[in-house]
């Protein structure tokens, strides 16, 4: 089974308009990180956002929101008022037990977010 | 502080050819992480460290690729015998353990081509 699914391979959103970007995980653990990374086209991995499993607050960092929903195991990424430099590539990506084995992170396979003007 | 960087940017090699990558992690970072990204795809766990202990390795690393980070900072990514498979994206990643959430910030990648 994917441990990270995102649903929307690509999407479209009006310059100004928030957009939601959908992730579900699956694990077992009790202890876990999410996190949101955006790719722009020129490649680098750039970190946007995280929440804890045990995070009982909505994670928020200036125009990103996350909606995690534990029960559901979901953790979709809200871009508020979006803007032209928003279009690229957004990955979900989950870390499990925090041991030496299990520090790597784990992504989803992506969605591409256009911004139209 | 600078972030992390890599070298080189692009590299495109012949078939059968040895290949080496760097990665420079941020200063005060002591775990540091290798992750391969092919077109359209998530990238994928490669190898970790924890200074110069190379402590987890995922079964994508064949025995044709060897990572080091001989003294703690740096690391090379070497891949021998290339194939026309090994065309990814290779991406670095650095983490401090004393952060709580242990973020990991990238690198811009090394794009390889192998023909």
């Known amino acids: 089974a994917q441990k990270i699914t995102q649903t929307q391979p690509g999407m479209f959103v009006q310059e100004k308009e928030a957009v939601t970007l959908d992730c579900t995980y699956d694990?077992?653990?009790?202890?876990?990180?999410l996190f949101w990374y955006k790719q722009p086209s020129s490649g680098e991995m750039i970190f946007l956002i995280y929440?804890?499993?045990?995070?009982?607050q909505n994670a928020t960092e200036g125009r990103y929101s996350l909606n995690f929903q534990k029960a559901r195991k979901s953790a979709n990424l809200v871009i508020s008022a979006s803007q032209l430099g928003d279009s690229a590539m957004y990955f979900c990506?989950?870390?499990?037990?925090?041991?030496?084995?299990?520090?790597?992170?784990?992504f989803g396979g992506g969605t591409r977010l256009m911004v139209k003007p | 502080d600078t972030g992390v960087s890599q070298n080189p940017r692009h590299k495109i090699t012949k078939r059968g050819q040895n290949v080496t990558f760097r990665c420079d992690p941020i200063?005060?970072?002591?775990?540091l992480y290798w992750y391969r990204q092919t077109l359209g795809q998530g990238p994928e766990f490669l190898t970790y460290?924890?200074?110069?202990?190379?402590?987890?390795k995922s079964r994508l690393l064949s025995d044709r690729f060897s990572a080091e980070r001989p003294k703690g900072s740096f690391s090379t990514l070497e891949i021998q015998r290339t194939e026309q498979g090994d065309s990814a994206m290779y991406l670095c990643?650095?983490?401090?353990?004393?952060?709580?959430?242990?973020?990991?910030?990238f690198g811009p990648g090394t794009r390889l081509l192998v023909l």
């Open positions: 200063s005060e970072h002591n775990r």
């Open positions: 929440q804890g499993s045990y995070d009982e």
């Open positions: 990643a650095s983490s401090s353990a004393w952060e709580s959430q242990e973020t990991q910030y």
């Open positions: 990506a989950m870390r499990e037990a925090y041991n030496n084995a299990g520090n790597m992170l784990t």
């Open positions: 694990t077992s653990d009790q202890s876990y990180g």
């Open positions: 460290f924890q200074n110069e202990a190379q402590l987890e």
